[in-house]
Nanobody
Framework: QVQLVESGGGLVQAGGSLRLSCVAS????????MGWFRQAPGKEREFVAR????????YYTDSVKGRFTISRDNAENTVYLLMNSLKPEDTAVYYC???????????????????????WGQGTQVTVSS
């Protein structure tokens, strides 16, 4: 069983920044891709970003490109999401997630599907005020 624990959420004004962290209990953390999703009230869970196991490849949904940066520290079993230029529409609960198998993908169709991820954190609330 893999445990993921997010932190770093909070209330911020539009244009501000936050950095989310997700610590994984997985012993082989460095072998697995990691992703971030978000879910706003009344909406479906939405893909935000994904990073390959080595950190060499990163992927983003169009609405956050140029504003968000996903990164990882394999020595610390931690993945980060740096969010700059935040907008009220970024308000959501943010979740980190990881697949059950150490197979990477470059398919946005696959990586954006929540079903590709077996383990999820409890989520951290991000609220952006206008």
């Amino acid at each position: 069983q893999v445990q993921l624990v997010e932190s770093g959420g909070g209330l911020v004004q539009a244009g501000g920044s936050l950095r989310l962290s997700c610590v994984a209990s997985r012993r082989t953390f460095s072998s697995y891709d990691m992703g971030w999703f978000r879910q706003a009230p009344g909406k479906e869970r939405e893909f935000v970003a994904r990073i390959s196991w080595s950190g060499a490849r990163t992927y983003y949904t169009d609405s956050v490109k140029g504003r968000f940066t996903i990164s990882r520290d394999n020595a610390e079993n931690t993945v980060y999401l740096l969010m700059n230029s935040l907008k009220p529409e970024d308000t959501a609960v943010y979740y980190c997630a990881t697949p059950n198998t150490p197979t990477t993908t470059q398919s946005m169709r696959i990586m954006s599907n929540p079903k590709d991820y077996a383990y999820w954190g409890q989520g951290t609330q991000v609220t952006v005020s206008s």
